[in-house]
């Protein structure tokens, strides 16, 4: 199985930063790409942002668009999500999520995902 562990999460004042990690560490033959979900409570989980493994390709969320940015690092088998000026909606459990390949304009969509981290937890205050 590929285990997959984040790490990064924390406190942070609203417009401040944070840098989630995760990392591969095993059977990384079978990912095409990996993405970043997040769950609030009482809410559904919904994809942050994503990327094909091959860089190719890259999604971002409408809410987030202009503030995060997801990154790999094929040599390191990690993928990286950079969180810049971080709102109040922002707080959630994060999740690294990694699949196999996925066709059409909604490659991202969570059904596609095999692998799925522990989770780690953004909280943004005021």
């Known amino acids: 199985q590929v285990q997959l562990v984040e790490s990064g999460g924390g406190l942070v004042q609203a417009g401040g930063s944070l840098r989630l990690s995760c990392a591969a560490s095993?059977?990384?033959?079978?990912?095409?790409?990996m993405g970043w979900f997040r769950q609030a409570p009482g809410k559904e989980r919904e994809v942050v942002a994503a990327?094909?493994?091959?860089?190719?390709?890259?999604y971002y969320r409408d809410s987030v668009k202009g503030r995060f940015t997801i990154s790999r690092d094929n040599a390191k088998n990690t993928v990286y999500l950079q969180m810049n000026s971080l709102k109040l909606e922002d707080t959630a459990v994060y999740y690294c999520?990694?699949?196999?390949?996925?066709?059409?304009?909604?490659?991202?969509?969570?059904?596609?995902?095999?692998?799925w981290g522990q989770g780690t937890q953004v909280t943004v205050s005021s």
């Open positions: 999520a990694a699949g196999g390949p996925a066709y059409g304009s909604n490659w991202y969509d969570e059904p596609t995902y095999n692998y």
């Open positions: 095993a059977r990384t033959f079978s990912i095409y790409k």
């Open positions: 990327i094909r493994w091959s860089g190719d390709s890259v």
